[in-house]
């Protein structure tokens, strides 16, 4: 099971590069934290499209929507860096990915440069 990131998903539901790999990953059994899905759900309506269609074929999946700990919090405050191009909602995907063991697939060619991060040892693939 994979943990998306918000990039995935927006990459799935706009048919953009990558969007097979999301497919596949959510037929296998996938998840997302809470922030991320909002995210998606953010982006979807500042786009003028319809959100409850997005969250109905993406419920169809069985995306499982995974809460916020309190322990994916501290993590995420942990992975902050000044001028970072990590946003809260990379820093959630990411303590939720750790939290589970599971690898994470994201759309931000960005997150490559992980390396240096504390607790990015986990699996990140970057989908397009």
Avoid at 27 to 42: D, L, T
Wanted: hydrophobic share 50%.
């Amino acid at each position: 099971m994979s943990v998306l990131d918000a990039s995935a998903l927006l990459a799935f539901l706009q048919g953009e590069d990558g969007a097979d790999l999301v497919e596949q990953a959510l037929i296998s059994g996938a998840c997302c934290s809470a922030a991320n899905w909002s995210e998606v759900a953010q982006k979807v309506l500042a786009s003028g499209h319809n959100w409850e269609l997005a969250a109905t074929l993406l419920a169809t999946y069985g995306l499982d929507i995974e809460p916020v700990t309190r322990e994916d919090g501290d993590l995420a405050a942990r992975l902050w860096r000044p001028g970072s191009a990590l946003s809260l909602g990379d820093r959630l995907c990411l303590a939720l990915g750790a939290r589970l063991g599971r690898p994470i697939l994201t759309g931000d060619r960005q997150w490559a440069a992980l390396g240096d991060v504390p607790g990015s040892a986990i699996e990140v693939v970057i989908v397009r």
